[in-house]
C-alpha cells in the first residue's frame, strides 16, 4: 500500500510481497532514543525537535510525534506551510509549540495566528504586516525576537535592535502579543574553536541585556542548535534546537559520529537491482563514458538517480554495499539510475543495493556519502526525493502515523 504524508512524500505500508525499486528506511525508534540522548545531554532546557524540510526528508508528521513521545515539547519549522501542515494534521497548541521563522511579505499570518504558531519576527516590516493580521483577525500573536549576532542571514542588526525591541513592547502593551522569545543562530558552531562562536554568545547576551533592560520578559530565550547543543552548554539558555541531531547523525564529525553523541542513524536508504550484465575491458559507462571498465566485468543498474536526490557529485564517488561488499558509483549518476562495477560478481536481479544506514553492518553512512560528494549529511538524508517510499519502523503501538504507513 502507498499514500502520501503531510509534505507529499510517498510513504509504505510494510505488506507481505511489497514490490519497490527503493525504499528509505525511518527508525522512528531510533529517533525517540535520540531526543532522550539529547535530553539528558542538556538537562534542563526544553527541546525543540526541528522538523523542516520534511523533517530533513524523513517525514515531517512521523518524525514530529516521534519526537514529542520522547519528550521534545517544540516544533521547528522554516515556512508557514509546514507549521499549517503540522497542526493540520492533529498537532495542537496543546500538544506543542511550533516556531515558525522564515516569513515572506504577504505571508499567512491570520492563518498562523489562528493556528497557535509562534511567529518569529526579524524586522519592522515583518512586525508590522503581523500586526495588521492581529487587528483584523482578533487573534494576539506569539513573537520571537530574533537577532542576528553575526550569522549575517535572518535576523536583527544590533543598531536596528532598539527600534524593534521598542515597538514590540508598544504591541505588548496593547495587548496584541506576547514577547514569547528571543533568539540567535550561529555560523560556526560546527567548527570547535572557530572565533565567531565567543562573538555571537557576547552579542547574544548584549541582545538579551538590552531587552530585558527594557522590559521585555521573554518566556524562552534560545541559541543552540544541533552542534552547540552537544558541544556549547553555555549556549543552552531555556531552549535547544536540534535538527541534523535528532536524526541520529553527527553535525561535528571530526569531533565524533553518532554513536559518540550516543546517537543512532535514523534513515537507512535501500535500492534494488534493476540489471545486471557482463560487458568487455574498455566499455564506457553513463553519459560522457567518464567511467570506462578497465577489463571484463559485470555492471549493476541501481534504479535511483538525482530526480531523487542522488548527488550528481556522486558520479564515481558515491558507496554503495552489495551482497555484503562496497561498490562505487562508475559513471556519472543520472536522472533515473546509476551504474556500479561489480568486478565480475554476479548478484542476482533484486538484490538489495544499501546507500546507507547505520554503518553497524558494515555499510556505508550519510556521513560517507557527504565526504564522497564533498558536501554535509544535512544535504545528503535532506535531498531523497518524494518518490522514494518512505516505509516507518519502530513505531509505538496504537500511536498515530502519517497515512498508516508505520510498521
Same mark, same amino acid.
Given at each position: 500500500?502507498?499514500?502520501?504524508?503531510?509534505?507529499?512524500?510517498?510513504?509504505?505500508?510494510?505488506?507481505?510481497?511489497?514490490?519497490?525499486?527503493?525504499?528509505?528506511?525511518?527508525?522512528?525508534?531510533?529517533?525517540?532514543?535520540?531526543?532522550?540522548?539529547?535530553?539528558?545531554?542538556?538537562?534542563?532546557?526544553?527541546?525543540?525537535?526541528?522538523?523542516?524540510?520534511?523533517?530533513?526528508?524523513?517525514?515531517?508528521?512521523?518524525?514530529?510525534?516521534?519526537?514529542?513521545?520522547?519528550?521534545?515539547?517544540?516544533?521547528?519549522?522554516?515556512?508557514?506551510?509546514?507549521?499549517?501542515?503540522?497542526?493540520?494534521?492533529?498537532?495542537? $497548541?496543546?500538544?506543542?509549540?511550533?516556531?515558525?521563522?522564515?516569513?515572506?511579505?504577504?505571508?499567512?499570518?491570520?492563518?498562523?495566528?489562528?493556528?497557535?504558531?509562534?511567529?518569529?519576527?526579524?524586522? *519592522?516590516?515583518?512586525?508590522?504586516?503581523?500586526?495588521?493580521?492581529?487587528?483584523?483577525?482578533?487573534?494576539?500573536?506569539?513573537?520571537?525576537?530574533?537577532?542576528?549576532?553575526?550569522?549575517?542571514?535572518?535576523?536583527?542588526? $544590533?543598531?536596528?535592535?532598539?527600534?524593534?525591541?521598542?515597538?514590540?513592547? *508598544?504591541?505588548?502593551?496593547?495587548?496584541?502579543?506576547?514577547?514569547?522569545?528571543?533568539?540567535?543562530?550561529?555560523?560556526?558552531?560546527?567548527?570547535?574553536?572557530?572565533?565567531?562562536?565567543?562573538?555571537?554568545?557576547?552579542?547574544?547576551?548584549?541582545?538579551?541585556? =538590552?531587552?530585558?533592560?527594557?522590559?521585555?520578559?521573554?518566556?524562552?530565550?534560545?541559541?543552540?542548535?544541533?552542534?552547540?547543543?552537544?558541544?556549547?552548554?553555555?549556549?543552552?539558555?531555556?531552549?535547544?534546537?536540534?535538527?541534523?541531531?535528532? =536524526?541520529?547523525?553527527?553535525?561535528?564529525?571530526?569531533?565524533?559520529?553518532?554513536?559518540?553523541?550516543?546517537?543512532?542513524?535514523?534513515?537507512?536508504?535501500?535500492?534494488?537491482?534493476?540489471?545486471?550484465?557482463?560487458? $568487455?575491458?574498455?566499455?564506457?559507462?553513463?553519459?560522457?563514458?567518464? =567511467?570506462?571498465?578497465?577489463?571484463?566485468?559485470?555492471?549493476?543498474?541501481?534504479?535511483?538517480? =538525482?530526480?531523487?536526490?542522488?548527488?550528481?557529485?556522486?558520479?564515481?564517488?558515491? $558507496?554503495?554495499?552489495?551482497?555484503?561488499?562496497?561498490?562505487?558509483?562508475?559513471?556519472?549518476?543520472?536522472?533515473?539510475?546509476?551504474?556500479?562495477?561489480?568486478?565480475?560478481?554476479?548478484?542476482?536481479?533484486?538484490?538489495?543495493?544499501?546507500?546507507?544506514?547505520?554503518?553497524?553492518?558494515?555499510?556505508?553512512?550519510?556521513?560517507?556519502?557527504?565526504?564522497?560528494?564533498?558536501?554535509?549529511?544535512?544535504?545528503?538524508?535532506?535531498?531523497?526525493?518524494?518518490?522514494?517510499?518512505?516505509?516507518?519502523?519502530?513505531?509505538?503501538?496504537?500511536?498515530?502515523?502519517?497515512?498508516?504507513?508505520?510498521?
Amino acid at each position: 500500500m502507498t499514500t502520501a504524508n503531510t509534505t507529499g512524500a510517498a510513504t509504505t505500508a510494510d505488506a507481505p510481497g511489497r514490490h519497490h525499486r527503493a525504499e528509505a528506511t525511518i527508525d522512528l525508534a531510533a529517533l525517540r532514543a535520540n531526543v532522550a540522548a539529547l535530553r539528558e545531554r542538556t538537562g534542563g532546557p526544553a527541546v525543540m525537535a526541528v522538523v523542516k524540510a520534511d523533517a530533513y526528508g524523513h517525514g515531517a508528521l512521523p518524525c514530529a510525534l516521534a519526537a514529542l513521545e520522547a519528550g521534545a515539547t517544540w516544533l521547528g519549522t522554516a515556512t508557514p506551510e509546514e507549521a499549517l501542515a503540522l497542526r493540520a494534521a492533529g498537532i495542537g $497548541p496543546d500538544r506543542a509549540r511550533i516556531l515558525c521563522w522564515l516569513w515572506t511579505p504577504g505571508a499567512p499570518w491570520e492563518q498562523a495566528l489562528r493556528a497557535g504558531v509562534d511567529i518569529s519576527v526579524s524586522g *519592522r516590516w515583518a512586525l508590522d504586516e503581523l500586526l495588521a493580521a492581529v487587528r483584523a483577525c482578533g487573534v494576539p500573536a506569539r513573537v520571537h525576537l530574533k537577532a542576528d549576532t553575526g550569522l549575517g542571514r535572518n535576523g536583527c542588526q $544590533p543598531h536596528d535592535w532598539p527600534d524593534l525591541v521598542a515597538a514590540v513592547l *508598544r504591541a505588548e502593551a496593547e495587548g496584541l502579543l506576547t514577547a514569547a522569545g528571543v533568539w540567535s543562530h550561529f555560523a560556526a558552531a560546527d567548527e570547535p574553536g572557530h572565533p565567531s562562536i565567543q562573538a555571537q554568545l557576547d552579542g547574544f547576551a548584549a541582545a538579551l541585556a =538590552y531587552a530585558e533592560g527594557a522590559g521585555l520578559r521573554p518566556e524562552v530565550r534560545h541559541l543552540a542548535n544541533s552542534p552547540a547543543t552537544l558541544l556549547l552548554p553555555q549556549a543552552h539558555y531555556d531552549l535547544v534546537r536540534p535538527g541534523l541531531a535528532t =536524526y541520529g547523525l553527527s553535525p561535528v564529525p571530526e569531533v565524533g559520529g553518532p554513536a559518540d553523541f550516543g546517537l543512532r542513524p535514523v534513515m537507512s536508504l535501500t535500492a534494488r537491482l534493476a540489471l545486471v550484465k557482463e560487458v $568487455p575491458g574498455g566499455h564506457g559507462v553513463s553519459y560522457g563514458h567518464h =567511467y570506462t571498465t578497465p577489463g571484463a566485468t559485470t555492471l549493476g543498474l541501481v534504479p535511483l538517480g =538525482y530526480a531523487d536526490g542522488i548527488p550528481r557529485h556522486a558520479s564515481n564517488t558515491g $558507496p554503495v554495499q552489495i551482497a555484503g561488499k562496497w561498490r562505487t558509483v562508475a559513471g556519472r549518476v543520472a536522472m533515473d539510475q546509476f551504474v556500479v562495477d561489480l568486478g565480475g560478481d554476479t548478484p542476482r536481479v533484486g538484490e538489495d543495493v544499501l546507500l546507507f544506514g547505520t554503518g553497524e553492518q558494515g555499510e556505508p553512512t550519510a556521513e560517507d556519502w557527504a565526504r564522497a560528494c564533498g558536501t554535509v549529511s544535512y544535504e545528503i538524508v535532506t535531498r531523497i526525493g518524494g518518490r522514494v517510499p518512505r516505509r516507518y519502523v519502530g513505531a509505538v503501538p496504537g500511536a498515530p502515523s502519517a497515512g498508516g504507513a508505520t510498521a
